[in-house]
């Protein structure tokens, strides 16, 4: 994808430019120690700060949220930030909590924002499903995105959200071409639960991503909180052992700094 940066914050937060356009993934910007509760029993501690302040990071035309209801995703100062942002993004529940401008996305469903001598971007509402079988009244909706825009070769850039693999992400494989796939990982658990997953494995990206074919696999949320089970080592060991010319390719983005994405592949 020439022209396109991106920079990794923490956690879920991402900061993509492409165009002009300056638009953030699930703002979080608290700073570590505090414990935030999830509801049902479940709670986790903010164990490191993101690489880049809310003061330091200009101007934001769109953000894109996953889901509102988990500080992990959106925490007090991302919640902050949004009065300054003019676009945003999330669930059909998640745009009702904050209020305009948030626009309301079902899944499938779309947007298109334009810009003076700006491109205009698509976003699209992919499938998430935060949990085992049945959890989602506990859960809540989510969603991921796929980003479009003219002059894109091989495919969109796409945002899984926080999701377990089930049939539903898998729908990604059948309606998109996805050249870059910014994957949220993590395992996360809670002792409450057990052995239940919330977000995906290491693994379960693998065998997603060997289904969707991306030309790059950018894994996230995988650090910062205490309810993560896989963290950056377990990424890093996996990076490890793929070998030159394997696809997809996998890569881990330098925390703070801009990465123009043709060079990521």
Not at 63 to 68: K, N, R, S, W
Not at 71 to 77: E, G, K, P, Y
Not at 190 to 213: K, N, R, S
Request: hydrophobic share 40%; net charge negative.
């Amino acid at each position: 994808m020439e022209g396109v940066r991106l920079t990794h914050i923490g956690g879920p937060t991402v900061l993509i430019e492409v165009g002009g356009w300056r638009i953030l993934t699930d703002p979080t910007f608290d700073p570590p120690g505090e414990r935030y509760s999830f509801g049902w029993g479940t709670s986790s501690v903010k164990l490191s700060g993101p690489a880049v302040s809310v003061e330091d990071l200009g101007p934001i035309d769109v953000v894109l949220i996953t889901h509102d209801h988990h500080a992990d995703n959106l925490d007090i100062a991302g919640r902050a930030l949004l009065a300054s942002v003019p676009r945003i993004v999330t669930t059909t529940s998640g745009a009702g909590r904050l209020g305009p401008p948030a626009i309301p996305l079902a899944t499938w469903g779309s947007t298109v924002f334009e810009g003076p001598d700006l491109p205009a971007i698509e976003v699209t509402a992919t499938p998430c499903r935060h949990g085992p079988p049945l959890s989602h009244p506990i859960t809540g909706d989510v969603i991921g995105f796929a980003l479009r825009w003219d002059g894109q070769t091989d495919g969109v850039l796409w945002i899984s959200g926080d999701t377990v693999l089930y049939d539903g992400v898998r729908q990604v494989a059948d309606r998109l071409v996805v050249e870059t796939a910014i994957v949220h990982v993590g395992a996360v658990r809670f002792p409450i639960t057990g052995p239940l997953h919330y977000t995906m494995t290491i693994h379960d990206a693998v065998e997603l991503c060997e289904q969707i074919g991306p030309k790059t696999v950018i894994p996230v949320h995988y650090e910062g909180w205490s309810h993560f089970r896989e963290d950056r080592s377990a990424v890093e060991q996996l990076v490890a052992g793929r070998g030159q010319g394997d696809r997809p390719v996998y890569r881990l983005l330098p925390f703070g700094e801009a990465v123009d994405l043709s060079e990521v592949g």
